[in-house]
């Protein structure tokens, strides 16, 4: 069964702290995997993109890394912010076929503290 | 602005209203999407239009009725809804159908829904 497991559920950082979130997926076969950003009453909005060839993107303080034969993929905010309060969600996808192929993660709920 | 725009934000309704959500985006692309999004859970798609065309029914019951007038604009009509339907209702568009590295979906700031 295709599935998205992300971790932790959520986290509680220090404000200038750095921190990992944690994807791992069975999603086969693959071809992009996104995270996403929510803010509280938003949509989710696009961090970084990875293809099966790539294994890190950066994006500012966030940085994405893919391995494709472990299936785990990473996003690491370094410097934290309060704006970076929010949840994370990863997004595997197939390939090029229909909308219900992509999987999405129950994301992580990250809150940064002053 | 994501350039994809959702009304009302909010929304309260009883089981025996009818009530309509609406989505448009600004960006030219041709797929949109209905998805729910519930806590603690991933988001569900709903429906899925390409080229004005419904692709995806992810086996949602009758009383979710989506309509898509033209590219830019979708609608999700609502009847006789149950207390377990209230949930962040997410509307997302892209260039075409497609999970490619490409086809990017931009999402809406959703409609909360609260169902009594």
């Known amino acids: 069964k295709n599935q998205v497991e992300q971790s932790p559920q959520s986290l509680i950082i220090l404000e200038g702290k750095n921190c990992t979130l944690q994807?791992?997926?069975?999603?086969?076969?693959?071809?992009?995997l996104r995270w996403y950003k929510q803010d509280t009453g938003r949509g989710p909005v696009s961090l970084t993109i990875m293809t099966f060839s790539e294994n890190t993107k950066s994006n500012g303080r966030y940085t994405a890394t893919l391995d494709a034969d472990t299936k785990q993929s990473s996003l690491h905010i370094t410097a934290s912010q309060l704006s970076d309060s929010a949840s994370y969600i990863c997004?595997?996808?197939?390939?090029?076929?229909?909308?219900?192929?992509?999987?999405f993660g129950s994301g992580t709920r990250l809150s940064i503290r002053p | 602005e994501t350039g994809v725009t959702q009304t009302p934000r909010h929304l309260v309704m009883g089981m025996t209203n009818k009530k309509s959500l609406k989505c448009e985006q600004h960006l030219g692309h041709n797929a949109m999407y209905w998805y729910k999004q519930s806590a603690k859970k991933p988001l569900e798609l709903m429906f899925v239009y390409n080229f004005k065309e419904q692709t995806e029914n992810n086996s949602v019951p009758s009383r979710f009725s989506p309509e898509c007038p033209n590219s830019s604009h979708l609608f999700l009509h609502l009847h006789t809804l149950q207390p377990e339907d209230s949930a962040l209702y997410l509307c997302?568009?892209?260039?075409?159908?497609?999970?490619?590295?490409?086809?990017?979906?931009?999402f809406g700031p959703g409609t909360r829904l609260t169902v009594l």
């Open positions: 997302a568009s892209s260039p075409r159908e497609a999970g490619g590295p490409y086809n990017e979906q931009f």
């Open positions: 994807c791992n997926y069975t999603v086969s076969p693959f071809s992009n």
């Open positions: 997004v595997v996808s197939p390939g090029y076929s229909s909308a219900s192929k992509i999987i």
